[in-house]
T-cell receptor, first 115, second 113 residues
């Protein structure tokens, strides 16, 4: 099956700093990538959808100026949490699809802890 | 996406079959039935999907009711590695791969050794 990687797998940062998370599709070209967030004991919540070369579409309630998404190539999307605060601590998961498939392939997730 | 209803949790013994039910009474004619699972501290992984006919792959089988208002994911011989949260999700075929997934609470499957 298709492989999606994320880096880093976990990060601890101080409040007020910015954190960048990378999502890569390793063996296929991802026309669309998605970013999800999952709080402890909760389900995944879709944050945004990004298509290569265009601006991301954010879900209602997700601040686009706080969660910057860049999908510069068909194999890489980045999520930058700007001015992180403790309430941003969560498990961030990306997924990718080639567009012609119904299946989404998920990364292993990035656990963010903001102190 | 139309709503699905799953039991909060189920328990099964190792090496026995597991039947995970999902109700989707408001399913539309263009909705595919998808199953994903999430192992502890990992991202979800695709399990199987179908439209009308029963489907089999190396991981599981998907049995779809004739009226499509319910479906059952079947793990033929559960192992401890199958302990996970299983999500049943409906996806409109018209949207294709363009839309994100809407995850419900899923079923927490517990496997007893």
């Amino acid at each position: 099956g298709a492989v999606v990687s994320q880096h880093p797998s976990w990060v601890i940062c101080k409040s007020g700093t910015s954190v960048k998370i990378e999502c890569r599709s390793l063996d296929f070209q991802a026309t669309t990538m998605f970013w999800y967030r999952q709080f402890p004991k909760k389900s995944l919540m879709l944050m945004a959808t990004s298509n290569e070369g265009s601006k991301a579409t954010y879900e209602q309630g997700v601040e686009k100026d706080k969660f910057l998404i860049n999908h510069a190539s068909l194999t890489l999307s980045t999520l930058t949490v700007t001015s992180a605060h403790p309430e941003d601590s969560s498990f961030y998961i990306c997924s990718a699809t080639s567009g012609r498939r119904e299946t989404q392939y998920f990364g292993p997730g990035t656990r963010l802890l903001v102190l | 996406d139309a709503k699905t209803t799953q039991p909060n949790s189920m328990e099964s013994n190792e090496e026995e079959p597991v039947h995970l039910p999902c109700n989707h009474s408001t399913i539309s004619g263009t909705d595919y039935i998808h199953w994903y699972r999430q192992l502890p501290s990992q991202g979800p992984e695709y399990v199987i999907h179908g439209l009308t006919s029963n489907v089999n792959n190396r991981m599981a089988s998907l049995a779809i009711a004739e009226d499509r208002k319910s479906s059952t994911l079947i793990l033929h011989r559960a192992t401890l590695r199958d302990a996970a949260v299983y999500y049943c999700i409906l996806r409109d075929v018209i949207g294709g791969g363009a839309d994100g997934l809407t995850f419900g609470k899923g079923t927490h499957l517990i496997i007893q050794p």
